[in-house]
């Protein structure tokens, strides 16, 4: 495992909506050059950096048309390795955004494969042997190729999938693992990958890992897939690292990867913290988080301390944080649990200021109900909250419209603000190695729709407890550790009571044990 990964902290940038430095409208790489300071400055220490390569953009980026080439609209090769530069000028790393399941419809490589006549991308697909025949339990397209068969799609219908083949065959046109069409495509994958480690970047986010190899129920196939890969990066790049978009850390990282998200989907019980219809972290106090730690102490079992387990803040698939946290209190008290878990931790761009959801507009390419949270980073109360110098109507996609929108510049001055907490709990973080992303956890107070709840953090060297109580009541628990010096407090202290710890409304705490 690269080393610089043991202690990072990852800040998410979607490039689109970053900053824009030619007045376009839409941001690109020059602009996240020009506020790497930002990312800097907070105390974060990695980016992952969503897809910037060649695509017709029908899925913001994710429908990739030449794995080898920068969109213009972002900048050239030779911009994107300027970055990379820039990045670890700043002693920062960055991820690209790998997307090894499926490509756009106007890939080389999909064109080549509609063609009749048999050629060096027949097998890059996942093809059926007859139009009429359709790839059971997957989507497809089907009629525009000269082609007789249907292409089986990976996740919206101008996203055909990549043939890594099938674990369990049952019809003629199911291709093996170690047939020649999918080990082209593996060998495909690798190449990309060296391409851009070598050009300077410092591993990969990697989109839909799970769906690679199909028939595959239990992920054995895609599992070996990508320990092959590990193999690979650790023989050639071993400081390159790789997270998945995967959700189910007992696989993923038996599966060769550094690091798995939690995710909005999936069986983590992710979205009980935050997003559904209690969340946990809501000061009305109604929500449950004990099915929760229950996945989540499987996976960290499971998972066998192969890598880390990563809850993000949000992503640009998921609503913003403070559309279920609007009040800026009750996203302090989730930033003091999502930076004392282990793993490391991700904060979504904007998200440090607490950026809003935009509600109610125009899906803008294939984002739908996703588009309310990719919208411009707000920087500052200059033209267009200083993401752009284009007209209004031309922003990729329309500001916050609230002129009470939080913006950085705002909350650099305010010492109370979110910002200024997050920034505080990072460098607790970094301070304490107990907090960080290695160090142990064992969950001392847990229990059904209960509040607080507490968990230890802990090396050979360091006892943490963290007690975080979101609800707007007072409350109390039983617990067998004894605080004594306080590392961290946000909405009061606790006490000690007849023996019981009282917690209060609101608050969080780190406390050495
Ligand atoms: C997950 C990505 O995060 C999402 O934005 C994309 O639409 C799908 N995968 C398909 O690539």
Redesign the pocket.
């Known amino acids: 495992m690269g080393q610089w990964l043991d202690n990072a902290v990852f800040y998410e940038i979607y490039p689109q909506t970053f900053k824009d430095s030619n007045g376009d409208g839409i941001g690109d790489f020059q602009g996240i050059i020009e506020k790497l300071s930002h990312i800097k400055e907070l105390g974060c220490t990695a980016i992952w950096m969503n897809p910037c390569f060649e695509s017709p953009f029908g899925?913001?980026g994710?429908d990739v048309s030449d794995y080898y080439k920068a969109a213009p609209r972002y900048g050239t090769n030779d911009d994107l390795k300027r970055l990379f530069e820039e990045v670890h000028k700043m002693g920062l790393y960055l991820l690209l955004d790998l997307?090894p399941g499926h490509t756009s419809i106007e890939h080389e490589w999909f064109k080549e494969s509609m063609k009749a006549e048999k050629n060096a991308y027949t097998d890059r697909y996942v093809w059926t042997n007859s139009v009429w025949d359709e790839p059971e339990g997957m989507g497809c397209i089907r009629g525009i190729s000269q082609r007789d068969g249907s292409c089986a799609v990976n996740?919206f219908s101008n996203?055909p999938a990549l043939n890594y083949g099938f674990y369990k065959t049952d019809r003629p046109w199911q291709q093996t693992v170690d047939a020649p069409g999918p080990q082209a495509t593996l060998d495909e994958l690798k190449n990309i990958m060296r391409f851009w480690l070598d050009l300077g970047c410092d591993g990969f986010r990697v989109?839909?890992a799970h769906s690679l190899v199909k028939h595959d129920e239990e992920g054995k196939g895609t599992m070996a897939l990508w320990r092959s890969v590990r193999t690979m990066l650790d023989e050639e790049y071993p400081k390159a690292v790789m997270i998945s978009?995967w959700g189910e850390p007992d696989k993923s990282l038996q599966g060769g990867f550094h690091m798995d998200f939690l995710l909005h989907f999936g069986p983590s019980r992710y979205n009980d913290l935050f997003r559904c219809e209690e969340p946990y972290f809501s000061s009305r106090g109604k929500g449950d988080i004990s099915e929760f730690v229950k996945k989540y102490m499987d996976s960290y079992e499971k998972s066998d301390r192969k890598g880390l387990i990563c809850i993000p803040s949000g992503n640009?698939?998921m609503d913003r944080l403070a559309r279920h946290l609007p009040d800026v209190h009750e996203l302090k008290v989730a930033y003091g649990f999502l930076l004392s878990m282990p793993g490391a931790p991700f904060i979504y761009y904007g998200d440090e200021i607490g950026m809003r959801y935009v509600e109610d507009i125009v899906s803008v390419e294939?984002g739908y109900d996703r588009t309310g949270s990719r919208s411009p980073m707000q920087w500052d109360d200059t033209k267009n909250a200083g993401f752009s110098d284009a007209p209004a109507e031309k922003l990729y996609i329309p500001l916050d419209p609230d002129e009470n929108r939080p913006t950085v510049q705002k909350q650099l001055a305010d010492p109370q603000s979110l910002y200024h907490e997050i920034k505080k709990l990072i460098q607790i973080r970094q301070a304490n190695p107990a907090l960080q992303s290695n160090a142990e956890i064992d969950f001392v107070y847990v229990e059904k729709d209960m509040y607080p709840f507490a968990y230890l953090r802990s090396t050979d060297g360091q006892k943490i407890l963290v007690i975080i109580n979101p609800s707007s009541a007072e409350t109390s628990f039983a617990c067998s550790y004894e605080p004594k010096e306080t590392i961290y407090s946000f909405g009061g202290e606790v006490s000690v009571q007849d023996g019981k710890l009282i917690v209060p409304a609101g608050s969080c705490g780190y406390y050495c044990v």
């Open positions: 899925d913001a994710y997307v996740f996203q989109d839909m978009e640009h698939d294939g």
